[in-house]
């Protein structure tokens, strides 16, 4: 494979895209698609003209993005911006794809990298920085995973434990971003509610909930970052939460814990508490544990190091980190964190900025920059 070849090839083939009216971010996902059919053909012969052959291929994929995208779009028109209390009205089609691409010919992370692209309209981008791995890593997987799944009968669908994973990783990309993707993850949750007597599915809606109602505190007028701590919990939406946590104690009554109820009762305690200060700390810290059991996650771990930090005292909450992998997303910007809890602004001061420099989303960014800005201005004073 004549790496140079390729890369020389890339900025012209971007350039014929853009030029027949792909915007510049769908024409990128396209080009790095047809670089990995590439990767992948390209060993057993070059095209005869490698440069047609990779326009052809890229524009290809570019109309089967924007087709998809046009989909989901129409989906969204069907429901209004904010989801609204109750159970869905109607049910389209959209819940069964979601089933029917989590297939079990496929592993778990690969269906709902599949799903999230095919069905979810995410790009290869925007799955792989969800999953942490490079774009072009990502759209390897669900290329395979195309392949997997071609020709095969769709007579099986896959398990609501990975269209759970999918619809939360759906939730989660419109938590950060698209307002209509969190929305849409919230309708489909609750018609797999309405459908499936199943706890965890009550308690992923409950957590989507939960987390939902905070959503217009969570940023500024002028797009940056509000902590959980500085937001103004008047601009909460009680009803959500009242909602929220009816749908999760039934779903704890049922005495059969997972995953995702014990993600719910955390955002449960953040939300039942009137300010800030007022949050119970060492329930949360139990409920981590239990996380911890469940999952043995390392995002989870360090999670739980920031509420053993509230509970017990920052160096409590440090004692917990030092365990942990420092390469995990965030590590450094909680290490940063407790460190200036502990009454340490120079080290805080230095781990902010270099959180900054680490972090993949802007809004982010740029409140780690300024943490950093503000304890160096505290110093000069």
């Not at 990995?36 to 095209?47: F, I, N, S, Y």
């Not at 389209?92 to 029917?100: A, H, P």
């Not at 995953?259 to 949360?284: K, M, S």
């Amino acid at each position: 494979m004549d790496e140079v070849l390729l890369r020389s090839l890339t900025p012209g083939v971007l350039a014929v895209l853009v030029r027949r009216g792909a915007d510049f971010a769908a024409a990128e996902d396209a080009v790095q698609e047809a670089l990995v059919e590439a990767v992948r053909g390209w060993p057993a012969g070059l095209p005869r003209d490698p440069r047609g052959w990779l326009i052809t291929v890229a524009w290809r994929k570019f109309l089967d993005g924007a087709r998809a995208e046009a989909a989901r779009r129409r989906r969204e028109g069907l429901v209004e911006e904010q989801p609204q209390a109750g159970p869905a009205p109607s049910v389209d089609d959209t819940l069964q794809l979601y089933f029917l691409c989590a297939h079990p010919s496929l592993t778990p992370s690969s269906a709902v990298a599949l799903t999230l692209r095919a069905v979810g309209g995410l790009t290869t981008r925007q799955i792989a920085r969800a999953y942490l791995v490079p774009e072009a890593t990502m759209a390897q997987r669900i290329s395979r995973a195309k392949r997997t799944v071609a020709g095969v009968r769709f007579d099986r669908p896959g398990d609501v434990a990975t269209v759970l994973r999918v619809l939360y990783l759906v939730f989660n990309e419109g938590y950060s971003g698209n307002v209509d993707l969190a929305a849409e993850a919230i309708r489909l949750t609750r018609q797999l509610a309405a459908s499936i007597d199943h706890p965890e599915v009550a308690g992923l809606l409950a957590l989507m909930l939960l987390h939902h109602a905070r959503r217009a505190a969570r940023t500024a007028p002028d797009g940056s970052l509000v902590p959980l701590a500085e937001q103004d919990r008047g601009r909460w939406d009680t009803g959500m939460i009242a909602e929220g946590v009816a749908i999760l104690q039934s779903a704890l009554a049922r005495d059969r814990l997972g995953e995702f109820q014990a993600q719910a009762a955390v955002a449960a305690l953040h939300a039942d508490a009137p300010t800030a200060g007022e949050t119970d700390w060492v329930q949360i810290v139990e409920w981590y544990d239990e996380l911890v059991r469940l999952t043995d996650n390392p995002v989870v771990r360090l999670n739980r190091a920031v509420a053993v930090g509230e509970a017990d005292g920052p160096r409590a909450g440090l004692a917990a980190l030092a365990g942990l992998d420092a390469a995990l997303p965030r590590y450094t910007a909680v290490a940063a964190y407790l460190h200036e809890r502990d009454g340490d602004p120079v080290t805080a001061a230095r781990l902010y900025a270099e959180a900054a420099h680490k972090a993949a989303d802007l809004a982010e960014r740029d409140h780690l920059t300024r943490q950093a800005a503000r304890l160096n201005a505290g110093r000069g004073r």
